[in-house]
């Protein structure tokens, strides 16, 4: 019965509260959050659209794998991935989206949507060197104060006095476990 015991439920609608309720999500639900990631991402983050792809999608742990054409937007999907996971739940309430995978990135697959216009020439590689810009002459000023405000670097004599003895110890010990051979007399001639 319905929990305000207005009417009996059926099965099938008692099933779907309970895997509702329960987080679960009928196998179905993947299919329908990957036919669906475009309007997903568009509805979430609009800049990302056309440069992110969803991958796969596990409706047991409700994982959800997407596959950034750069890391620039692996990095933009891992701050917006709260408003992600909601629009994806959003579009697709059945689907219960509960993490967000990125995996490595990867460019996209040419495809209709991402090939070049024909009327437009593709890019071309520039060839000019690049040339390193000299700091300024504010810039300069600033370092040469910062050095010149810092403390100088004092030494500790006391440590270097226990870094000697420690040095002289670990000699003696050598010494002891590893022995010189006693020198050989030289051979003398005989006549």
Sequence with gaps: MRRDSREPLGLGSAITM?????????????????????AIITAAAPELAGHVQAVAFDPATGRLDVTPEAPAYGTKLRW??????AAANA????????TLHILSPAPRKAGPANTPAP???????TTAPVQGHTPSDG??????????????PRAD?????????QTAAM????????????????????A
């Design 139 to 152: 810039y300069r000023r600033a370092v040469e104060a910062h050095r010149a405000a810092a403390p100088a």
């Design 18 to 38: 309970m895997m509702t309720e329960r987080g679960m999500a009928a196998p179905a639900a993947g299919g329908n959050v990957l036919a669906q990631f475009d």
């Design 119 to 125: 009327d437009r020439p593709a890019p071309t590689a």
């Design 171 to 190: 000699r003696a010990l050598s010494r002891r476990a590893f022995p010189e051979p006693p020198e050989e007399p030289a051979p003398t001639a005989h």
């Design 91 to 98: 579009k697709a309430p059945n689907a219960n989206v509960r």
């Design 80 to 85: 917006t991935a709260p408003k992600l996971i």
């Design 157 to 165: 004599t006391a440590v270097d006095r226990a870094v000697e003895r």
